[in-house]
């Protein structure tokens, strides 16, 4: 399993465009083999910020989706990006 986590840092006036922007990707991602989860969220406390989750079955999967391509999305600049892909080794109940 695969979790790709993390944090998109925009202009505040420009995160609700970039979140109505990509609204459609998380719609594809959550139909696409493979998918668990897909979300890419505004954070309650920091205007700037947009939370990236994302797990999938596998590195196949994710690639699957990626590689597919969609629609070209005019999306405001993102000032900076902490995302990170994880390797799930072990899953249990928490």
Same mark, same amino acid.
């Given at each position: 399993?695969?979790?790709?986590? @993390? ?7 420009? &995160? ?6 990509? @609204? ?6 959550? *139909?696409?083999? #493979? ?12 205007? !700037? ?8 079955? *596998?590195?196949?999967?994710?690639? &699957?989706?990626?590689?597919? @391509? #969609? ?15 994880? &390797?799930?080794?072990?899953?249990? !109940?928490?």
């Amino acid at each position: 399993m695969l979790i790709i986590a @993390g944090s998109l840092f925009l202009d505040p006036a420009d &995160r609700d465009r970039y979140l109505a922007a990509v @609204g459609d990707v998380a719609r594809q991602a959550r *139909s696409a083999p #493979g998918c668990l989860d897909f979300a890419q969220v505004a954070d309650d406390l920091d205007p !700037a910020r947009v939370v990236i989750y994302e797990r999938w079955e *596998s590195e196949a999967d994710l690639l &699957r989706f990626r590689e597919a @391509g #969609g629609p070209e999305l005019e999306l405001p600049p993102i000032r900076s990006a902490d995302v990170a892909k994880y &390797r799930v080794a072990a899953v249990e !109940a928490p």
